[in-house]
């Protein structure tokens, strides 16, 4: 975590009452920013805030899903905190969204997505990571077109689940949806980034720009 950071909650202040897109305001209970450390070399990426991720205000908490993605954090040292807890007590990790805004009825539009884009596009700058985790089938193919030279409709998240992808001054490593995960997903994740992510000097990686 960076010595200067006093907050995990939206630590770079981006705009909480956003109101560039007319029908999520309209909906939304709060918009919800990325949460975690500044200084994080691994970036946690989803589609858009679930239920109780909008209620608790925090990417990735407040339901079974959540939770999923809490222990492997744990797993991964990424947390020091239960599965459950709402405010995580994380480190070299930032968790955040495509679409920082729900809709209860309906997934976000491409116009919505492309909207919020900017403030995905400045987490990732301020950040700086190595590694991205495109969480579920959008957020793989959003940073699959921003990153890779592969086109979008050759990506599969249930075949890219736990495996590393070199993009263009990233490398993205893919998990599928965790409310549609198994244990034995969740297991395949976990040993994967163990293996081969931890295995070896990963930060050497950033710039290059192959598959």
């Known amino acids: 975590m960076d010595a200067h950071q006093r907050q995990f909650r939206n630590p770079f202040s981006m705009d909480a009452d956003c109101t560039n897109c007319e029908a999520l305001c309209a909906a939304r209970e709060q918009v919800v920013h990325g949460y975690g450390d500044v200084g994080a070399e ?18 990735f908490t407040g339901d079974e899903a959540g939770e999923r993605v809490q222990r492997i954090l744990g797993e991964l040292g990424f947390s020091r905190s239960d599965p459950d807890d709402e405010e995580p007590d994380v480190q070299n990790v930032f968790l955040t969204y495509l679409t920082r805004c729900r809709h209860p009825e309906r997934g976000p539009t491409e116009n919505e997505i492309s909207t ?55 490398e993205l490593v893919p998990m599928m949806d965790p409310a549609e995960q198994t244990d034995a997903d969740t297991e395949a994740f976990v040993e994967h980034v163990r293996e081969s992510v931890f295995a070896r000097d990963y930060r050497q990686t950033k710039g290059r720009r192959s598959r």
Do not use: K, W
């Open 42 to 59: 691994f970036l946690f990426v989803g589609e858009a805030p679930s239920a109780d991720a909008e209620r608790t205000g925090v990417p």
């Open 116 to 170: 919020c884009e900017p403030f995905l596009n400045a987490e990732i700058r301020m950040i700086n990571p190595h590694i991205i985790v495109p969480v579920g089938q959008a957020a793989l193919e959003a940073l699959a077109f921003d990153y890779t030279t592969r086109s979008v409709d050759s990506f599969d998240i249930e075949v890219e689940h736990a495996t590393t992808i070199r993009g263009r001054g990233f």
